[in-house]
């Protein structure tokens, strides 16, 4: 039998409109109630906010002056460019894109109270302004020193390497605040898949590129790339890294490993450049 909580989180929402995308909900997101269970759900893909109609979005559009997220512009590279948003500030748009993508992020709870967090926004800059690729949210205090609280790259986005730029970003502002950073546990299954991607490209590649008399240890390796030691020790253990040499442990590259990231690095064609990103920690 179904617990009423259960019931209440069947998927209600079709299909979301933002700009020229289209594409499925895929769980339960507390929208109001008049507009869920619409065929589709018109959202403004600068602000937010969502309409029953087409015509209704249309009329907005003429209102809406929005053409990039409502915060400050810290990096910009290419046609990528970051925002970050502040909860506190922008409680109206923060709320709009939590509702949003909560229908994308089944395990996570949905704050209402947005004010604790700040959210790191993506986005693709063209002739008409800022499209919202994916970002992530993260609290201003975390006593868990989590670096990321909800991570998504909108599926319209998804498999285009978005999810670890979003990523890398995420551990370059880490780095600047000098500390070691993870994502808020649970991950969802899709978050686990990108996270593992990005901690062995990281480490490998780190490892392929230090000198051939360095010897790097689990810490050298968490330091550099702001990835804590817990992440690094699993990510070494599921690549079968370690091998025992004379009473030690020692990280050694396989040729199977070196291989996959060959082929990664290949088809690698968005990365951050740390020097474009104008940032100081928040005090
Ligand atoms: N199947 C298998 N592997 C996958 C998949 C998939 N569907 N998606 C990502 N991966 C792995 C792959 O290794 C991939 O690299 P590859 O494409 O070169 O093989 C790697 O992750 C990175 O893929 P990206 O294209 O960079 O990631 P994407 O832009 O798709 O974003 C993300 C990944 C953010 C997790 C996205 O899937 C998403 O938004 N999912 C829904 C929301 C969600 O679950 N968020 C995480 C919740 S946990 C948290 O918030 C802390
Ligand atoms: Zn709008």
Redesign the pocket.
Known sequence: TQSISEIARVKNLNRLQMGKHAVDAWYFSPYPKEYAHLPILYICEFCLSFFPSNFMLGRHRKRCNLLYPPGNEIYRHEDISFFEVDGRKQVAWCRNLSLLSKC??DH?TLYYDVTPFLYYVMTQRDSAGCHII?YFSKEKESAENYN?A????LPQ????????V?IEFSYELTKKEGKLGS??KP??D??L??YR?YWQEKIIDLLVNADDQEELSIDDIAQRTAITHADVLNTCTMLQLFKHHKGSHLICLNKAVLEKHER?LA?RKRRINPEKLIWKPPV
């Open positions: 994308f992020l996570k994916g990321v909800c991570i998504l790259t986005y998804q498999r285009h390497g978005f999810g670890r979003l994502p808020e991950l969802s899709l978050g898949l990108g991607a990664t088809k």
